[in-house]
């Protein structure tokens, strides 16, 4: 399975509220990003959000003072030298306090990257060509390098907000209190100081701090911070409630099933966190570019400043200020600053959608499926299961059947299991079931009193060696009962085809998915009714657990292209870790779903899933977009540079009027 866990804080991270890009090569303030610890346990994000909020605005802010300073100065001495024609020690001032301005932060950032060997980057090609500069009296070139250099960043920066937003959203999932009812009292407490079996009172417009089960009240909640559903929910005494969902009418009164720390939210915001570490592949090429390819340039710079003038004889000022613009051109900071924004805007905007992606390069992989297999059962269906018809045999009546079918069952929590206990009309004593084992795949084993009953599928009846009539039946899935080895009837389970279903199979085959398949448990018959609905040409049926982990692993290894599994995240979990791309439906308040899978659709909408494809490959568009013009607008500059029909004006353009287009560009992906 192709997952890459890369940590490389220098290229992209992302925690709390701020996004450090390039740290060493972009030249952030680490004074500003010191405060923000990787290692961001969930309960202290909100804690630090505010104040790092804060910090970032003072530095927008002092940034500009100090840009609108730099520029006063920089127009001034341009005036003098170029309008006025005055020259000397005040025009080359004007020019240096320009400079000194905007530059102070570069070149302490670059003596800083010298004393721990960090000698390619950014800030150091930008020292080293502007004060060269100086040294060879471009005054106005070497001031306007540095000014429009710390502009675009700030102009990058403000791009910067607009991804960083889509992410932080997330954040406001966290409640700030809990409202603990203990002794009669009610107490506003953290979430984190909540126990297991604890009550809350969460009222009208507040947020639900932890996972519960609703005790008393009615009300509606919003789960779109959750899910991306907008359409509010309604929940009633016994409905389980989640962490970020807020309630929106009624009073409610919930039990507390899971610490905070274990929480959906807080699972969510280290998912979220953790994807920035895993790397696309060409995010790792970047990073693996950007050390052979700035090195590569500086000793080329080098050679033009030097060779020229020993063995030609020119003037040394011509060619090393060639050289000097050579090095502004050669700054990578378009293809190093755009590329990870752009994936990170994938995240974000597959986030606002409902979708979970674990890292990049899961976008990466899913932006080249080819091979979709799905669960049947609560993935093209909706997994609400109801008896339609209960026919007994050898004498048996149908409550008889009903009634040994729901004391057997009465341990199982399989969809079906509970559809045939809500069907049985009285109470079930579950002091009679005496023996109880579930047998994988095929159905449960129990003994009520003496009784030995069986309830299953008809594998188990020839298991078993049960004489019966009736193996399977159109239309529903049929539950086999035995009493005491005599075949005691049968029971059919209907299910529904989810509404969406055909469209996002449809969906799914225009994007280009050239093999769809359709895994299931259920029987043949069964399988055969949904596969025709939906179009599925390819369907395999009565699969065990472990034979739906050996197809799709035979599919991994016999097909080049991507392979996902795409499941309920209950029962699927060993199935969705093997496939190339994990792909969970509905796994809102499931725990082995978040662990295991790859993409996390929160909800059961099915049309989510063309939608995640269409969001990979806008992404991986914009970004190659990206590579292609920074790659050719710096080789072009490179090329002008070396036979010296570049000036700083055109490295200008080359570096800092690239490196904004192509973050702008990264922007579109969160449209």
Same mark, same amino acid.
């Given at each position: 399975m192709l997952k890459h866990y890369v940590d490389d804080s220098e290229y992209f991270s992302y925690c709390g509220t701020r996004i450090a890009v390039l740290l060493n090569a972009k030249g952030e303030d680490m004074d500003y990003i010191q405060?923000?610890?990787?290692?961001? =346990?969930?309960?202290?994000?909100?804690?630090?959000? +505010? $104040?790092?909020?804060?910090?970032?605005?003072?530095?927008?802010?002092? #940034?500009?003072?100090?840009?609108?300073?730099? %520029? %006063?100065?920089? /127009?001034?001495?341009?005036?003098?030298?170029f309008l006025l024609g005055i020259e000397g020690i005040i025009t080359i001032s004007l020019f240096a306090i320009s400079y000194i301005l905007v530059g102070f932060k570069i070149i302490k950032l670059a003596f800083k990257g010298l004393m721990v060997g960090d000698i390619f980057n950014e800030n150091f090609l930008l020292t080293v060509a502007t004060l060269g500069a100086f040294a060879i009296m471009e005054y106005p070139e070497a001031a306007s390098v540095m000014l429009f250099y710390r502009i675009g960043e700030y102009l990058q920066d403000l791009?910067?907000?607009?991804?960083?937003?889509?992410?932080?959203?997330?954040?406001?999932? $966290?409640?700030e209190f809990a409202n603990l009812k203990k002794n009669g009292e009610i107490i506003k407490v953290k979430p984190e100081e909540v126990k297991i079996g604890e009550l809350i009172l969460v009222r009208p417009g507040e947020r639900i701090p932890l996972d519960g089960v609703i005790i008393d009240g009615q009300s509606v909640v919003d789960t779109s911070a959750l899910t991306g559903e907008s359409i509010p929910r309604e929940v009633k005494p016994g409905d389980q409630v989640l962490s970020g969902m807020i309630n929106l009418s009624g009073l409610l009164l919930v039990k507390v099933t899971k610490e905070f720390k274990e929480s959906t939210v807080a699972r969510i915001l280290r998912l979220v966190e953790e994807a920035s570490a895993r790397k696309a592949r060409v995010e790792q090429f970047i990073t693996r570019f950007a050390r052979y390819y700035t090195p590569v340039v500086v000793g080329l710079a080098a050679l033009i400043a030097f060779l020229p003038p020993l063995f030609t004889g020119t003037l040394l000022t011509l060619w090393v200020y060639r050289a000097l613009v050579l090095l502004v051109i050669s700054c990578p900071c378009a293809l190093i600053l755009s590329i990870p924004l752009g994936y990170?805007?994938?995240?974000?905007?597959? &986030?606002?959608?409902?979708?979970? /992606?674990?890292?990049?390069?899961?976008?990466?992989?899913?932006?080249? !499926?080819?091979?979709?297999?799905?669960?049947? #059962?609560? #993935?093209? #269906?909706?997994?609400?299961? $109801? =008896?339609?018809? @209960? @026919?007994?045999?050898?004498?048996?009546?149908? *409550?008889? !059947?009903?009634?040994?079918?729901?004391?057997?069952?009465?341990?199982s929590n399989h969809?079906? &299991?509970?559809? @045939?206990? +809500?069907?049985?009309?009285? +109470?079930?004593?579950?002091? !009679? /079931?005496? *023996?109880? =084992?579930?047998? &994988?795949?095929?159905? /449960?084993?129990?003994? @009520?009193?003496?009784t030995l009953i069986l309830v299953g599928n008809d594998r188990l009846l020839h298991k078993e060696n049960i004489k019966h009539r009736v193996c399977d039946v159109v239309g529903g899935t049929i539950v086999h009962v035995v009493v005491d080895n005599v075949y005691a009837g049968y029971i059919v389970i209907s299910d529904e085809i989810k509404e969406e279903a055909t469209l996002a199979i449809r969906e799914l085959k225009r994007l280009g998915v050239e093999k769809l398949l359709m895994l299931t448990g259920d029987s043949r018959h069964v399988a055969k009714t949904v596969a025709e609905k939906l179009g599925i040409t390819e369907y395999y049926?009565?699969?065990?657990?472990?034979?739906?982990?050996?197809?799709? +692993?035979?599919?991994?290894?016999?097909? $080049?292209g991507q392979v996902a599994f795409v499941g309920d995240g209950v029962n699927d979990a060993p199935v969705i870790a093997r496939a190339d791309i994990g792909i969970a439906m509905g796994a809102l308040g499931s725990d082995a779903a978040i662990e295991v899978a790859d993409i996390v659709i929160m909800d059961d909408d099915l049309l989510k899933l063309p939608r995640i494809i269409r969001i990979a490959r806008k992404t991986r568009s914009i970004i190659f977009q990206n590579i292609i013009l920074a790659l050719t607008v710096k080789m072009f500059f490179l090329s002008l540079g070396i036979i010296g029909e570049a000036t700083m004006w055109e490295a200008l353009i080359a570096d800092v009027g690239v490196a904004l287009v192509t973050v702008l560009n990264a922007m579109r992906i969160l449209k």
């Open positions: 405060g923000i610890s990787h290692e961001c =346990v969930v309960c202290k994000l909100n804690e630090k959000s +505010e $104040k790092l909020e804060m910090k970032h605005n003072e530095h927008k802010f002092s #940034t500009l003072y100090i840009l609108i300073s730099s %520029t %006063t100065f920089y /127009v001034i001495g341009l005036v003098l030298k791009a910067l907000n607009r991804s960083r937003k889509s992410i932080k959203s997330l954040l406001k999932l $966290k409640a990170f805007g994938g995240l974000g905007k597959s &986030a606002k959608e409902g979708i979970l /992606v674990k890292g990049s390069n899961f976008l990466d992989l899913i932006a080249s !499926l080819k091979i979709v297999a799905i669960d049947k #059962t609560g #993935t093209l #269906t909706k997994g609400v299961f $109801k =008896v339609s018809e @209960i @026919i007994p045999e050898n004498e048996f009546s149908r *409550e008889e !059947l009903l009634y040994y079918a729901a004391l057997a069952e009465l341990h969809p079906i &299991a509970r559809a @045939i206990r +809500e069907a049985y009309p009285g +109470e079930i004593a579950k002091e !009679l /079931v005496n *023996e109880y =084992v579930e047998i &994988a795949g095929y159905g /449960v084993k129990a003994k @009520i009193n003496s049926a009565e699969l065990l657990p472990e034979d739906k982990v050996r197809l799709v +692993e035979k599919l991994c290894l016999k097909n $080049k």
